[in-house]
Nanobody
């Protein structure tokens, strides 16, 4: 069983930054590949970023490349999403995911 708890969302102006965190339970966190997804109102949930177990490999959706950075601290059982140069279209609920486990999400709202 894995529990994921996101935090760090909020309201920010376009061009601003936020850092999301996802705290995971379980002593085997370090072996999990971790993902961030997001879901905007009226839209399907979409992939944002991924990081492998040791943090040596990452992948990003095209629409966040160069603006978002995923990282992890296995000692803290936490994965991060640093979001820079935010745009209004980044407004969504952001979810942390691994395997079949999902967090409750954290709301990010970017004003123009």
């Amino acid at each position: 069983q894995v529990q994921l708890v996101e935090s760090g969302g909020g309201l920010v102006q376009a061009g601003g930054s936020l850092r999301l965190s996802c705290a995971a339970s379980g002593r085997t966190f370090s072996i999990y590949l971790m993902n961030w997804f997001r879901q905007a109102p009226g839209k399907e949930r979409e992939f944002v970023a991924q990081i492998n177990a040791i943090g040596g490999s990452t992948a990003y959706a095209d629409f966040v490349k160069g603006r978002f950075t995923i990282s992890r601290d296995n000692a803290k059982n936490t994965v991060y999403l640093q979001m820079n140069s935010l745009k209004p279209e980044d407004t969504a609920v952001y979810y942390c995911n691994t395997k079949s486990y999902w967090g409750q999400g954290t709301q990010v709202t970017v004003s123009s």
